[in-house]
C-alpha cells in the first residue's frame, strides 16, 4: 500500500531564506508525486507533479522538488521565501496500480513565514 | 486543467439534518472524487463517483450517511446526512487531469459547522 510521511508537522523560516518540506513516500515503482498548497480559506491549489520524467521538477510560485528513488523522497524547496507563502502543504502520492483510492495525501507541513 | 465550482462555500446546520453539496465541472469527467478534510487534518477520500454506477466508498464511509448522486459527466452532489458535531469538516470534490496524472483538480471547498 502507498503511503506519504511528511516529516515536519510546521516550519517557520525568515523572509528571504530558502524553504525545504520534507516528505518521504512508500509506493510501487513508478509513483507519481504531488505537492499541493492551501491557503487559509481556500481550496488545494496544485504547486508541482512528477510523474516519471526528469526528477528536478519545477513548479509556481518559484517551488522545485527532487525526485529521489533511492531516499524515496520528493522535498519540496524555494530558494527564498516570500509572506505569501506561509499556508498548508501536502505532498501527494498517486499508485493507479494498487487499487481504487487515487490520491494518498500526507498529514500536511504549515509554513509560516516571519517578516 | 478543469475548473470546478463547488457550492456553498460554508455553512451552518443544525445536528440531525442534511446538507448537499454541489460540484460541477467544465467538462466531462469519467470519475470524480469527495474528501473529507476534519480540522487540522490531512484529506481522506470518502468517496469516488462513476457516471452511470453507484459510488465506491472507502473504509469507514457509508452510502447511507454520504450518499452521492452523478447524473451526468459533468456534475455530482454529495449528502451529508443526519449530521453530528463530528461531521464539523471542510468537504471537497476533485477530478482527474488529462491526460491522467497531470494532476487533480479540487474544488474550493464547502466547509461545514454542525452545531
Known amino acids: 500500500a502507498q503511503s506519504v510521511t511528511q516529516l515536519d508537522s510546521h516550519v517557520s523560516v525568515s523572509e528571504g531564506t530558502p524553504v525545504l518540506l520534507r516528505c518521504n513516500y512508500s509506493s510501487s515503482y513508478s509513483p507519481s508525486l504531488f505537492w499541493y498548497v492551501q491557503h487559509p480559506n481556500k481550496g488545494l491549489q496544485l504547486l508541482l507533479k512528477y510523474t516519471s520524467a526528469a526528477t528536478l521538477v519545477k513548479g509556481i510560485n518559484g517551488f522545485e522538488a527532487e525526485f529521489k528513488k533511492s531516499e524515496t523522497s520528493f522535498h519540496l524547496t524555494k530558494p527564498s521565501a516570500h509572506m505569501s507563502d506561509a499556508a498548508e502543504y501536502f505532498c501527494v502520492v498517486s499508485d493507479p496500480s494498487s487499487g481504487n483510492t487515487p490520491l494518498v495525501f500526507g498529514k500536511g507541513t504549515r509554513l509560516s513565514v516571519i517578516a | 486543467s478543469a475548473v470546478i465550482s463547488q457550492k456553498p462555500s460554508r455553512d451552518i446546520c443544525q445536528r440531525g439534518t442534511s446538507l448537499t453539496i454541489q460540484c460541477q465541472v467544465d467538462?466531462?469527467?469519467?470519475?470524480m472524487f469527495w474528501y473529507r478534510q476534519q480540522p487540522g487534518q490531512s484529506l481522506t477520500l470518502i468517496a469516488t463517483?462513476?457516471?452511470?454506477?453507484?459510488?465506491?466508498?472507502e473504509s469507514g464511509f457509508v452510502i447511507d450517511k454520504f450518499p452521492i448522486s452523478r447524473p451526468n459527466l459533468t456534475f455530482s452532489t454529495l449528502t451529508v446526512s443526519n449530521m453530528s458535531p463530528e461531521d464539523s469538516s471542510i468537504y471537497l470534490c476533485?477530478?482527474?487531469?488529462?491526460?491522467?496524472?497531470?494532476?487533480?483538480?479540487f474544488g474550493s471547498g464547502t466547509r461545514l459547522t454542525v452545531v
Open positions: 476533485s477530478v482527474e487531469g488529462v491526460p491522467r496524472n497531470y494532476g487533480y483538480t
Open positions: 463517483a462513476n457516471q452511470g454506477s453507484e459510488a465506491t466508498y
Open positions: 467538462s466531462q469527467v469519467t470519475m
